[in-house]
């Protein structure tokens, strides 16, 4: 007998929304888009009119209202940054589980917020880091853990693109804390973890460059980021809203490497290639793989694969850049 499928809402109807997370819940056969919740209630009812939600009420402007629906099994939070604690403990609080948009806050006290709701409560909380299921990069993760290509050294990434001008809402302090890193830096960030931990311990050092002199704003424009691991592994993060090039992930070791470009946008697609040749990878969804995780580990009472915890050291890492 088939599963009931889990009731999601989603929070927020920017692209992440319509673009990632609506599509994927068409998609997957273990869940489905129920309701809406948008400012302008307007925009929520064409939002749910063109992904089909199945509530009876599918869209609101209220959050209390849309969390009061005792059908709704989770939400998926997809607002701006500094929204993100707020809306995540009072989802909680529900009784409904979160499926959390990066970065889990933007300061102490919203990390300190959730984690002391979640010990509370009986819900999963799981972060969005979608890059962890391009199904490429999944390859590697095994490759790196079989040691394919030795003891790992180094990680290198680089995710960029040119921004117009600086009106785009994470440039400004009202919702936002972070421009670039908010925006793509915190992928990064996860990967590197994603690929080094537990093997090569925490994350041991940290240094940070920012610079914001084009538009000289309050926010990174460009940010590096350098790690060392307790290991003695080393990473380094490069984000920007300055230029276009091609996103890259690059893994290097005692006896090989790994090197991904274009593998970072929303369509699971791209190129990966070894120092032995070429590595084939199928096409597919990040999107349906981090709602089928989630949409799994609520129904077997596990952890999300990010969970709440590394949320929070990412979220702590990010904290930790000098502005």
């Given at each position: ?5 889990l ?14 997370h609506?599509?994927?819940l ?18 929520a ?9 199945q ?7 209220s ?18 940054d ?8 009072a989802?909680?609080?529900?009784g ?21 709701s ?10 969005c880091y ?35 001008d ?5 440039a ?17 960030i ?8 537990p093997?090569?311990?925490e ?7 920012i ?31 300055l ?21 970072f ?36 009472d596990n ?9 929070a050291?990412?979220?702590?890492l990010?904290?930790?850049?000098a502005?």
């Open positions: 007998m088939q599963a009931k499928k009731n999601f809402a989603i929070i927020g109807t920017g692209s992440i929304a319509s673009n990632g609506a599509p994927a068409i998609e997957t056969e273990k869940a489905q888009l129920w309701s809406v919740l948008s400012r302008n209630q307007e925009r009812q064409e939002f749910a009119r063109k992904f089909k939600a509530s009876a009420t599918p869209a609101y402007s959050l209390v209202e849309l969390l009061a629906d005792r059908d709704l099994d989770a939400v998926i939070i997809a607002t701006p500094k929204l993100h604690a707020e809306t995540a403990v989802a909680m609080r529900a409904k589980h979160v499926l959390l948009e990066k970065p889990l806050a933007t300061d102490r006290e919203g990390v300190d917020l959730i984690l002391e979640y010990a509370q409560s009986k819900v999963k909380l799981g972060l979608r890059l962890r299921w391009h199904a490429g990069h999944r390859l590697v993760k095994e490759a790196v853990q079989r040691g394919d290509f030795g003891e790992i050294r180094h990680v290198r990434s680089l995710w960029a693109w040119r921004q117009a600086a009106t785009n809402w994470r400004s302090t009202e919702v936002g804390k972070w421009w670039s890193l908010a925006a793509v830096g915190t992928h990064l996860d990967l590197a973890r994603w690929m080094l931990l093997e090569h311990g994350i041991t050092n940290l240094e940070s460059v610079a914001n002199q084009v538009w000289q704003g309050p926010h990174d424009e460009t940010a590096l980021l350098t790690f060392k691991f307790a290991s003695g592994a080393t990473a380094e993060v490069c984000s920007s809203v230029f276009d090039a091609p996103s890259r992930l690059e893994i290097y070791g005692s006896s090989g490497w790994v090197v991904c470009e274009d593998t946008h929303r369509d699971g697609k791209g190129k990966i290639w070894t120092n032995r040749g070429g590595l084939s990878f199928p096409v597919t969804n990040p999107f349906l793989g981090l709602i089928d995780n989630f949409v799994d580990a609520v129904r077997t952890s999300p694969e990010v969970d709440v915890f590394e949320g050291a990412n979220a702590k990010l904290l930790r850049v502005a």
